[in-house]
């Protein structure tokens, strides 16, 4: 699976972005998928995950309420739509996808296997 994260850019406090995720391949419905960001100087960070079917989701305690993951699988593409965003949200965002036989919505990045190459979230204030 390949994967190619787009959307970022500069938002001011308290907008809106959407991301999105745009995988290759057959498979892309039977990989549990999810979001990451690192900001400088600091470790990658769980962000949100969703199920193959995108029934089961789950997030950081911080984008709770604000952000929401989701997925087209006929698309073959996931998203992160970030509202109320905040300075703190800025960061490199990555899309990863765990291996079709993973059934668990992990928050370690340890356990994806495949991974985009980043997009870039600046927020202003």
């Known amino acids: 699976v390949q994967l190619q994260a787009s959307g970022g850019g500069l938002v001011q406090v308290g907008g809106s972005l959407r991301l999105s995720c745009a995988a290759s391949g057959r498979t892309f419905s039977r990989h549990i998928m999810g979001w990451f960001r690192q900001a400088p100087g600091k470790e990658r960070d769980f962000v949100a995950a969703?199920?193959?079917?995108?029934?089961?989701?789950g997030s950081a305690d911080s984008v709770k309420g604000r952000f929401i993951i989701s997925r087209d699988n006929a698309k073959n593409t996931m998203y992160l739509q970030m509202n109320s965003l905040r300075p703190e949200d800025a960061a490199v965002y990555y899309c990863?996808?765990?291996?079709?036989?993973?059934?668990?919505?992990?928050?370690?990045?340890?356990?994806?296997?495949?991974w985009g190459q980043g997009t870039l979230v600046t927020v202003s204030s």
């Open positions: 990863a996808a765990r291996n079709p036989t993973g059934s668990t919505l992990t928050r370690s990045s340890v356990t994806y296997v495949y």
């Open positions: 969703i199920s193959g079917s995108g029934g089961r989701t």
